[in-house]
């Protein structure tokens, strides 16, 4: 479906980039549109560029998606654009145009008919979800919609470019920052493609919600954003692990903690151990065992932001603190249900500060929740959460949408085998688990519900393992820098628990 083109501009008004705070800003809050997860850049080179100067900057280019891409990231820790989604980049080789070309201000739509033109002349492709066009426009060039800015920009929500004058960013420079190019090119450079990735196509946030534009300018060794890797210097990029703080390294950490089948008093005693040392929730889970015992699975990731809970709740009690925390800014994170024998239902929920709106449904048959989502659909709202449980023999959903555009496929109560055969056939075709949960029918039929968005990251699955089988490969990914992204234990009517998996590289957690 065709979408509304978006031009997002960032401001000179020194020596770079405007920014908002020193602070930083809150965590990214995701409102929909698609992820540049594996992409490649393709460079046009616009004006008078000479052959040396080409080569500098598709070294720095090179240079740049080998970082996004992990090469040579330290030992235990991951790019900072891999919390985003955004794990590989590659880059293409040099073309030029415009020669000849008179330089001056150039309007939006004279930079995409400099696109157009060199995509009919087959020195670009075609636009596609996973390619990004970065339009490089030499000396004396600008862009007439701002006064010294770069910018990203889309056409569709699958075809993306950006815009780079060689002048942005080089004025008057501010204490401590950068001495000399080519530092502010690259800095520019930087900022574009990392916001691009992650916010290609989005129309609903300002600016400023991107996860560049309110790091603060000035080196990381002064207070600033500005870091400098041995290919060449990048923007600072907001950290949701450090409560929306900007990276001052480029990296963030992959570590992990998890807890597998404790008691309730056992979870919380780690919990808050693990609370003051900056480990926050990323899964919480329980489930009931057929004596009525409930367990936990939890993971945990490094992180700063603030979190409240509530465990083992009623509905009544749970909406009554829902009710309570959202006018104060509180949203959803983790909404878990639960079945007790004797048929009462009991939450868990996490909430994360938040400003987003959502829609949410609790306990419903299927007919009820599918009428809901069809209408929230197409008033762009996609499930953030989706978990069913079993009482009295019936299936009833829990749901909680956000405002999104991305591309959604489910499945509901499938049997393995039909989940499978799905899964085999739409991954060639660009889809990505994000919402995998069992559950267990009284007569031990397990049927799985999941969700998927457009991806084309690898990611690795088990279904229906022990937790022995599961633990091996656990520990045969984790070297290897596969980490957890869903983690879904279900407990047959024998007491037997069995654990769904899925990991991909790196940690991406799933901001609000």
């Known amino acids: 479906m065709k979408k509304a083109s978006l031009t997002v501009v960032i401001c000179v008004v020194s020596f770079f980039a405007c920014s908002l705070s020193a602070l930083g800003q809150p965590p990214q809050q995701y409102q929909g549109g698609p992820v540049l997860r594996n992409f490649k850049i393709y460079p046009l080179y616009y004006g008078k560029w000479s052959n040396a100067d080409i080569a500098a900057q598709q070294t ?21 654009m891999w919390q985003y989604g955004v794990n590989a980049a590659t880059v293409a080789a040099a073309v030029t145009a415009g020669g000849n070309a008179t330089p001056g201000g150039l309007a939006r739509a004279q930079v ?13 492709p075609a636009f596609s979800a996973d390619a990004l066009i970065v339009v490089f426009l030499d000396h004396g060039f600008s862009l007439s919609d701002c006064n010294g800015c770069a910018y990203h920009s889309s056409e569709s929500a699958s075809a993306f470019w950006a815009a780079v004058p060689r002048d942005a960013g080089v004025g008057k420079p501010v204490a401590g920052s950068i001495p000399a190019a080519p530092g502010p090119t690259q800095l520019v450079i930087s900022h574009e493609i990392f916001e691009a990735t992650a916010n290609p196509s989005i129309g609903k946030s300002p600016g400023w919600d991107e996860m560049v534009d309110g790091c603060l300018d000035g080196m990381a060794t002064s207070g600033g954003s500005w870091i400098s890797l041995p290919f060449g210097w990048i ?14 390294t480029g990296y963030t950490s992959t570590d992990e903690i998890q807890a597998y089948g404790w008691s309730y008093a056992d979870y919380r005693k780690k919990y808050d151990e693990l609370w003051p040392k900056g480990w926050r929730l990323y899964i919480l889970q329980s489930y009931v065992m057929p004596n009525g015992q409930v367990l936990y699975n ?32 509180w949203r959803l994170y983790i909404l878990q249900s639960y079945a007790m024998p004797n048929g009462q239902v009991l939450y868990n929920a996490v909430w994360r500060k938040g400003n987003l709106g959502e829609y949410q449904d609790y306990g419903s048959p299927y007919n009820q929740y599918r009428s809901r989502y069809d209408q929230l659909f197409p008033q762009k709202w996609r499930l953030q959460s989706l978990q069913s449980y079993v009482v009295g023999g019936q299936v009833t959903y829990n749901a909680v949408w956000r405002p999104g555009d991305s591309g959604e496929f489910q499945v509901y109560g499938w049997t393995y085998a039909d989940y499978r055969k799905k899964y085999d056939e739409i991954w060639p075709q660009g889809w990505r688990l994000y919402i995998l949960q069992s559950y267990v029918m009284p007569n031990g039929q397990v049927l799985y519900n999941a969700v998927f968005r457009p991806g084309s990251m690898p990611e690795v699955q088990v279904y229906g393992y022990s937790y ?38 790196g940690t991406s957690d799933r901001p609000l």
């Open 60 to 80: 720095y280019l090179n240079g740049l998606a080998g970082y996004l891409s992990g090469n040579n990231k330290p030992a235990g820790e991951q790019p900072m």
């Open 468 to 505: 022995a089988d599961y633990r091996k490969k656990y520990d045969e990914l984790w070297p290897k820098g596969w980490r957890l992204y869903v983690l879904d234990s279900y407990v047959l009517p024998n007491g037997q628990v069995l654990y769904n998996a899925v990991w991909r590289m």
């Open 112 to 124: 995409l008919g400099i696109i157009n033109t060199n995509q009919t002349n087959k020195q670009l």
């Open 298 to 329: 939890a993971v945990w990731r490094p992180a700063t932001v603030d979190e409240l809970q509530v465990y083992g709740s009623s509905y009544a009690d749970y909406r009554k603190k829902y009710d309570e925390l959202w006018p104060q800014g």
């Open 235 to 248: 923007a600072g990029v907001h950290d949701n692990t450090r409560n929306g703080g900007c990276s001052n």
